[in-house]
């Protein structure tokens, strides 16, 4: 059974930092692209990041929203993803969820499989 888990949110100032990460099991992790999702209160749910896999090293994108102050990475020995997130704004409080998936995209729907998310508040 294939399991996502988000850790590291929190409540926290503008201009402060956090970094999430998400944990999976049931997969071949290593051979599964991230992603990184977030909804904020009223609104849909939307793209922050993803990075992909190719032979010759990973690829990263990002929402021009977050680029810049975002950074996301994996850890395969650990079976994890994290999204380092440095100079937050309180327009970045939201559910932020991992994703993993076959297909490199800022789609929602192409992403397979989903953590339960975790919470960020950012206060001004």
């Known amino acids: 059974q294939v399991q996502m888990v988000e850790s590291g949110g929190g409540l926290v100032q503008a201009g402060d930092s956090l970094r999430l990460s998400c944990a999976a099991s049931?997969?071949?992790?290593?051979?599964?692209?991230m992603g990184w999702f977030r909804q904020a209160p009223g609104k849909e749910r939307e793209y922050v990041a993803a990075l992909g896999i190719r032979w010759s090293g990973d690829i990263t994108d990002y929402a021009d929203s977050v680029k810049g102050r975002f950074t996301i990475s994996r850890d395969n020995a650990k079976t994890a993803s994290y999204l380092q997130m440095n100079s937050l704004k309180p327009e970045d409080t939201a559910v932020y969820y991992c994703?993993?998936?076959?297909?490199?995209?800022?789609?929602?729907?192409?992403?397979?499989?989903w953590g339960q998310g975790t919470q960020v508040t950012v206060s001004s």
């Open positions: 049931g997969v071949t992790f290593s051979t599964y692209n």
């Open positions: 994703a993993a998936g076959f297909e490199y995209s800022r789609h929602l729907a192409s992403w397979r499989y």
